[in-house]
């Protein structure tokens, strides 16, 4: 649900809108992948008294997977480096 919140909010930029096709798709598979990383990073820990659930280095867990995933959809190479 996040993701799709995420693309949804994106989607609906005026800024997004007008850019050129190349930069629009870049930002949608960013805001589809940006946590990507987390189901591995993903821990509970307590802080404050309480247990809340955090994702340290989730951003660099990500890269890998979200290039693979790219690679395999046969994404243009400048929108997976």
Known sequence: AH???????LAAEAAWLAAPAPRRRRL???????D???????VQVARDGARVWTSPGHEAAGVPLAENFL????????DVA
Do not use: S
Not at 36 to 42: D, R
């Open 3 to 9: 993701t799709g919140h995420v693309c949804a909010a």
């Open 28 to 34: 949608m598979l960013a805001a589809l992948l940006h």
């Open 36 to 42: 990507v990383g987390k189901p591995a990073c993903t």
């Open 71 to 78: 690679r395999r959809l046969g994404a243009p190479g400048d």
